[in-house]
C-alpha cells in the first residue's frame, strides 16, 4: 500500500511540476501587472485565483514584514508573491490535496532553516513531503545553507486540512546558526 502512495506521489508531483512551473514564470509579469489594482489586500480576481495568497494577502504574514522593513510596499509584495510564494493559491487549492490522514515522519523532524536544525526528513500520509536543510555556509558575514523542499506540505497538518504542493530548490536560503 505504501509503495503505491508513493508512485502515484510521484507521478503526480512531476505531472504537477510541468503544471507550476510555467505559472511561476508568468507570475513575475502579471503580479507586477495585478498589483496596482489590488482591493483589500488581494489581487484581482483575474490574478488572485492563481498568484494570490488568500491565507497572507499581498503583503505576507508578520515575520516578512520585519524581514523587509524599508522595502517600498510594491517590491515588498511583488517579491512576497512572485518569489517567494509563488503560484501560493494555485498550489495549494488547486494542487493541493484535503489530508485524509495524519502523516508518519523519518529522519530529523526538526529541520528548520530558522532554528538551524540541518539534516533531512520524509513524511508519508495522503501524499509525501522531502525536506533537507545542509550544507551551512557563511559569506560577507550572512548565513546561507542548502533547501531543498517538494511534495505536499503535509507534516504536521491535522485532517480536513489543505495540503499545499511546494516545490522549492534553494541554494541560497538565509540560516539561522544555532548560538
Known sequence: MKLIIILTGLISF?????LDLPLMLLG???????LP??????LPAWAEWCWGNRDHGNDGESFWAKRT????YFIRCWWWLAVRNPTFN????VLGL????????????????????????????DAFEFRFIGWPYTVFGKHFCVKLR??????GKDIGEMAQFCFVPNPVCAFTPKT
Open 14 to 18: 512531476l505531472i504537477k511540476l510541468v
Open 28 to 34: 513575475l509579469l502579471v503580479i507586477a501587472i495585478a
Open 37 to 42: 489594482f489590488r482591493k483589500n489586500n488581494h
Open 69 to 72: 522593513i524599508g522595502w517600498p
Open 90 to 93: 494555485w498550489s495549494k487549492y
Open 98 to 125: 484535503k489530508v485524509t490522514q495524519l502523516a508518519v515522519s523519518i529522519g530529523n523532524t526538526t529541520v528548520d532553516e530558522d532554528e538551524g536544525a540541518t539534516g533531512w526528513h520524509y513524511s508519508i500520509g
Open 150 to 155: 517538494f511534495g505536499w506540505k503535509i507534516e
